[in-house]
């Protein structure tokens, strides 16, 4: 049997699939070329590979690739991955007594779901606040605005929160993806510069 097929689907929904995976992939080693390998598949943004549930989840742009075309792309990937050797277990050095207990310990925690959530949420907060951060500058500059209109004071507030939520959103096929084939994208850098077209009409003084 293959490697291939000992990916099982066990969930499939628009823009994110998961798979059971074989415990060869869930190797420390392996475990991160293979994610960092997904992620670089055309319309992938997030990929979370779970070792100690040998879980697979990927979420995906459905306007670039559907579930097929990933599908195959992720075929093809774990089959040059195999040819190339990277699928192979590497020895570990052993750095103390302790250290293999540890990584039992850590690689359970990890596969536990309150874990995953809990990491999940910390990236969340920790972008969340950094965007904040920028907010919140930008608001102390518009105390003088917010006395003398406050209605467009809070609409642009709202604004400055919509397109830091989509650039975070987007960022990593932003990145990874239009900017290195802008023609397949095209449609999508059309909507981003429409977007900042109003952002900055809508400062414009009446």
Known sequence: MTIQKEFVLRHHDDGHVRFQIPAQICDATVAKVVADSILA?????????????????????????????????????????????????????????????????????????????????YGNTKETLQAAKIITKMGLKKQNGLLKDPEKT?????????????????WTAITQQWILKPLKHRYEWMALFYMVFLLVRSRKPK
């Not at 040998?54 to 040819?83: G, N």
């Not at 007594?97 to 596969?111: F, N």
């Not at 809070?154 to 987007?170: A, E, G, K, S, T």
């Open 41 to 121: 598949l055309d319309g992938v943004y997030r990929v979370n590979l779970y070792r100690g549930q040998r879980k697979l989840s990927i979420r995906y742009q459905e306007s670039i690739c559907d579930f097929k075309v990933l599908a195959r792309q992720l075929f093809d990937l774990i089959t040059e991955l195999e040819k190339q050797g990277a699928l192979q277990p590497r020895p570990v050095e052993k750095s103390g007594r302790l250290s293999p207990w540890k990584d039992k310990v850590k690689a359970k925690m990890d596969g536990l779901k309150l874990t995953r959530w809990a990491k999940e949420k």
């Open 154 to 170: 809070i609409i642009d507030f709202l604004n400055d929160v919509l397109v830091l939520y989509l650039i975070r959103l987007h």
